[in-house]
Nanobody, 122 residues
């Protein structure tokens, strides 16, 4: 069992930056692929970015060049650095984990956090 806790959300002006963190419980964090998803008001949850167990990354086109995912296995934490934020980035951001899947399907991840709100004002 893995428990995920997101933090770092908040209110920021367009063009600003935020760094989200997702802390995972357990001693096998390094064996999980980690991802970030988001759900904007009135929309379905959508894939943002993933990082594999060996550090490979995969970004949604909408965030390429602006967001960066990283992981610190010693701290059981995955990070999402978000730069050049836009109002359309406003959403609840969720962390997800899975041992065997690192793609963009919301249905394949075994573990989810509760989410953290990011609001970007224009």
């Amino acid at each position: 069992q893995v428990q995920l806790v997101e933090s770092g959300g908040g209110l920021v002006q367009a063009g600003g930056s935020l760094r989200l963190s997702c802390a995972a419980s357990g001693r096998t964090f390094s064996s999980y692929a980690m991802s970030w998803f988001r759900r904007a008001p009135g929309k379905e949850r959508e894939f943002v970015v993933s990082i594999t167990q060996n550090g490979g990354t995969y970004y949604a086109d909408s965030v390429k060049g602006r967001f960066t995912i990283s992981r610190d296995n010693a701290k059981n934490t995955v990070y999402l650095q978000m730069n050049s934020l836009k109002p359309e980035d406003t959403a609840v951001y969720y962390c997800a984990a899975d041992r065997y899947y690192s793609g963009s399907s919301v249905y394949e991840y075994a573990y989810w956090g509760q989410g953290t709100q990011v609001t970007v004002s224009s």
